[in-house]
């Protein structure tokens, strides 16, 4: 038993973070999301489901853990709406706001086309399937370095 821990994350997603190096990129999804065809070409073959949670809830968790990279200036990837590449939907820019106050630092994000998401996906480390419903529910978020805050 740990303490101090959020309820949402399962011993599953601790062991998932504590497995990531830097640069490997975590995958969130929604519902919609090819989540198992996808998780076939992942580095660690884990699917990883979140159930009663939506994106943002899952982000906040996990984001209350995991450090984003300082080192890329995008350590976010968003899916991009079909048809309209530059819109920002209302739960990306929530996620977006929620790296950025994580990180107590300007956060960038990058969007990428439907494929090559599904493409980008396929390289991470491992996929967290949530309960969202609402579409282009997807994201990379891309492990950071934790320093030594010894003097």
Not at 41 to 59: M, N, R, Y
Request: net charge negative; charged share 25%; aromatic share 8%.
């Amino acid at each position: 038993m740990l303490k101090n821990i959020p309820a949402a994350l399962s011993p599953d997603l601790l062991w998932c973070l504590a497995s990531m190096g830097h640069g490997e990129k975590l995958v969130i999804v929604d519902r919609n999301f090819p989540a198992h065809d996808v998780v076939r070409h992942t580095s660690s073959g884990k699917l990883i489901e979140l159930p009663g949670l939506d994106i943002p809830q899952a982000v906040q968790v996990i984001l209350s853990v995991m450090p984003l990279d300082d080192f890329i200036p995008d350590p976010v990837s968003c899916m991009q709406v079909v048809g309209e590449p530059e819109k920002i939907l209302p739960m990306q820019a929530e996620v977006h706001a929620i790296a950025r106050v994580s990180e107590r630092r300007e956060v960038g994000m990058e969007r990428l086309e439907r494929f090559a998401f599904y493409e980008a996906a396929k390289s991470g480390f491992a996929v967290v399937r949530t309960s969202e419903f609402r579409p282009y529910g997807c994201f990379l978020l891309t492990m950071g370095v934790i320093f030594d805050p010894r003097p």
